[in-house]
């Protein structure tokens, strides 16, 4: 009796084990999304200290306005939140302003946005269609070292480091890194210094890298919810008049 008590304990042990083991990046944006939705925030504001690189050197720092709403918008403002001049991401669409004026604007779905927030609360099957769309393998997977802790790697085999690829960090499953060859150049994108944002998580600094340099770095400060913000606010016909 014993014995066939220990039988079934190994097989339960082993049937949930495997069950539960993640093996691809469709399952592994599921758990995140099981994990964080109705806990991860829909909105977020921040100034960030933005420093352009050359030759290793700074040669310009600008403050940069940004404000997130889900899903999938976000505004940025440059110099002040009153300025006419930024990007804004909205509805899968990239549009630059100048002077409160369109000079451009493309379909564009922004990874980080969906890496970093979308993917925490928005429907699974949109984020997989989405990262299909941008080009990620989903059936890839395997598992990387990334700042002493374990990470989940999308897009590519082990060793493989040139296929377009998101990194998630195991442990709290949030976005941490992207790596991609973009015209020709060697691109990494690192999220670095989380920091708790209620039930959810909020990184304070990204590094922009091309061929292994760094080409920009962003540095977060006042770190807030916003004030409510109407979501056709995200028109870019309004860009000029968006505050938060």
């Known amino acids: ?19 539960s083991r993640i093996n691809n990046g469709k399952e592994l944006i599921k758990k995140i999304h099981n994990t964080y939705d109705g806990k991860w925030f829909k909105k977020i504001a921040f100034e960030q200290n933005s420093y352009f690189y050359k030759n290793d050197s700074i040669y310009k ?14 505004a940025i403002k440059y110099d002040s939140i009153s300025s006419g001049d930024g990007l804004l991401f909205a509805n899968d669409t990239l549009s630059v302003f100048r002077a ?3 000079i451009s604007q493309k379909r564009r779905i922004h990874d980080l946005v969906v890496l970093s927030m979308d993917i925490c609360s928005q429907d699974v099957g949109k984020t997989i269609s989405q990262l299909n769309e941008l080009g990620y393998d989903l059936t890839k997977m395997h598992i990387n070292i990334w700042n002493g802790k374990e990470a989940y790697v999308v897009g590519a085999e082990k060793g493989d480091t040139t ?26 994108i690192i999220f670095d210094d989380y920091t708790k944002f209620n039930d959810s998580w909020i ?23 916003p004030n409510s913000i109407n979501p056709n606010n995200f028109n870019p ?3 000029k008049n968006l505050k938060w």
């Open 1 to 19: 009796m014993r014995t066939r008590l220990l039988i079934v304990f190994f097989v339960s042990f082993v049937f949930f084990g495997c069950s």
């Open 61 to 74: 720092k600008q403050i940069w306005y940004e404000t997130y709403q889900f899903p999938g918008k976000l």
């Open 100 to 102: 409160g004026e369109i």
């Open 163 to 188: 296929s377009k690829q998101f990194w998630i960090e195991k442990e709290r499953l949030i976005f941490v890194r992207m790596l991609s060859i973009e015209n020709g150049q060697y691109k990494e």
């Open 203 to 225: 990184e304070q600094t990204v590094i922009f890298k091309l061929d292994g340099k760094i080409f920009m770095k962003e540095e977060y400060f006042n770190i807030r919810a």
């Open 237 to 239: 016909n309004n860009f």
